[in-house]
T-cell receptor, first 112, second 111 residues
Framework: ETGVTQSPTHLIKTRGQQVTLRCSSQ?????VSWYQQALGQGPQFIFQYYREEENGRGNFPPRFSGLQFPNYSSELNVNALELDDSALYLC???????????FGQGTRLTVV | EDQVTQSPEALRLQEGESSSLNCSYTVSGLRGLFWYRQDPGKGPEFLFTLYSAGEEKEKERLKATLTKKESFLHITAPKPEDSATYLCAYTVPGSARQLTFGSGTQLTVLP
């Protein structure tokens, strides 16, 4: 059984650019959530996908968007990058919406 | 407003010196209280889920407990490899079951 994997591990982008981060869920998990973690803070919920539909959203602007694919892998897209978007982006998958979430290793995004 | 506060922000222990980390919450209708361990530059690692006051769970040197207002993570005879940031989080009833995290306690265990 493979765990949650994210790619890339590190990324540097310029302000105003767009970025796509990818997540492969743990085998058998149909729910994926994305979190943003600033340095020294706890992760902040961005949104969740359940069976390919957005199932909930945190306090993030529309330029943060996502997709979940039939194999339950997922993408996080961020448009018009701002300096404050620099953070560790975490993907978490769970067997259902009601069970514990398991996190990937994260993607460190730096916006310059 | 629902919120969770962790204390202390940082804790340094000698190897073998037991202690507890605190997670205080004010939540309307708590569904679950979660503990995670996070090593620098990595994703959080799931430790425990607690659902009701009085519940306790143990794993090796760690024991998590839950009351109606707070949760404790007790660390017995810690070792240097227990050094990490420990995060607590809660969920409330609703379709998303999103985790709301505290800021964490950074634990350092000295040999």
């Amino acid at each position: 059984e493979t765990g949650v994997t994210q790619s890339p591990t590190h990324l540097i982008k310029t302000r105003g650019q767009q970025v796509t981060l990818r997540c492969s869920s743990q085998s058998g998990h149909n729910t994926v959530s994305w979190y943003q973690q600033a340095l020294g803070q706890g992760p902040q919920f961005i949104f969740q996908y359940y069976r390919e539909e957005e199932n909930g959203r945190g306090n993030f602007p529309p330029r943060f968007s996502g997709l979940q694919f039939p194999n339950y892998s997922s993408e996080l897209n961020v448009n018009a990058l701002e300096l404050d978007d620099s953070a560790l982006y975490l993907c978490a998958s769970s067997f259902t919406r009601d069970t514990e979430a398991f996190f990937g290793q994260g993607t460190r995004l730096t916006v310059v | 407003e629902d919120q969770v506060t962790q204390s202390p922000e940082a804790l340094r222990l000698q190897e073998g010196e037991s202690s507890s980390l605190n997670c205080s919450y004010t939540v309307s209708g708590l569904r679950g209280l979660f503990w995670y361990r996070q090593d620098p530059g990595k994703g959080p690692e799931f430790l425990f889920t607690l659902y009701s006051a009085g519940e306790e769970k143990e794993k090796e040197r760690l024991k998590a407990t839950l009351t109606k207002k707070e949760s404790f993570l007790h660390i017995t005879a810690p070792k240097p490899e227990d050094s990490a940031t420990y995060l607590c989080a809660y969920t409330v009833p609703g379709s998303a079951r999103q985790l709301t995290f505290g800021s964490g306690t950074q634990l350092t265990v000295l040999p």
